[in-house]
């Protein structure tokens, strides 16, 4: 599997796809979202307007217009309410089913920017372990986190290494049970 975490501007990426942290009108926004619809040009809009909203969670895709991407995938992400509305999940659904999509097009290569941790205010460490975590159950994709900041770049670089962590131990913990089993035989 490939993920890469790295600091910068998703609007200037050349993946195949890039993620837009959308609200459920798909209508435009401010952050990334409104980078995004100024970087594409107005075609975005009009293809977005279709689709008649998006409930959060979910994904949709369309063309990147003047992007470098060919592909944008809108996902509105949950807004943080005190975390018991259900928001990790949400979140989590976010990257799943962007995931999803992509591979339901054929698309390998996705950027995602760090969704809902801007206006949206999902605590940063707790939206990295997830996206993370998520992303890292469809190994077949090759993905970059794209952060616009430094904090958040480390945010994600530590919950790659805490994942990576603790798969490590689980692996272990499965040897050790493997070779007791054997010892047993
Ligand atoms: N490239 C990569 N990351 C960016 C960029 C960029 N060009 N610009 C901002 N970010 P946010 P949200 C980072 O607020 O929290 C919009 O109005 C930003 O620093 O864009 O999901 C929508 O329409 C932060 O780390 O998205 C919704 O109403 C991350 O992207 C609402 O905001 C997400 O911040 C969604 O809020």
Do not use: W
């Not at 009108?25 to 100024?38: K, N, Q, T």
């Not at 107005?42 to 060919?70: Q, S, V």
């Not at 469809?138 to 794209?146: K, L």
């Amino acid at each position: 599997m490939s993920l890469k975490i790295i600091e910068g501007d998703i609007t200037k990426c050349e993946t195949t796809a890039i993620v837009n942290a959308a609200n459920t009108s798909l209508l435009g926004g401010g952050g990334v979202d409104g980078a995004i619809h100024r970087a594409a040009g107005p075609g975005l809009l009009a293809e977005c307007r279709a689709f008649h909203g998006c409930p959060t969670g979910e994904a949709r895709i369309t063309k990147g217009y003047n992007l470098k991407a060919a592909y944008v995938i809108h996902t509105p992400g949950p807004r943080y309410a005190g975390g018991n509305r259900g928001e990790a999940q949400l979140l989590e659904s976010c990257y799943r089913n962007c995931l999803l999509l992509a591979m339901e097009h054929g698309i390998r290569e996705i950027a995602f920017p760090s969704i809902s941790t801007g206006i949206y205010r999902f605590p940063l460490k707790e939206a990295a372990e997830i996206a993370v975590r998520t992303i890292r159950q469809y190994p077949q994709m090759d993905v970059t986190m794209v952060c616009f900041d430094p904090v958040t770049r480390e945010a994600y670089e530590e919950a790659l290494e805490t994942c990576l962590r603790e798969a490590e131990r689980r692996k272990n913990m499965e040897n050790l049970q493997d070779t007791e089993k054997l010892q047993e035989e």
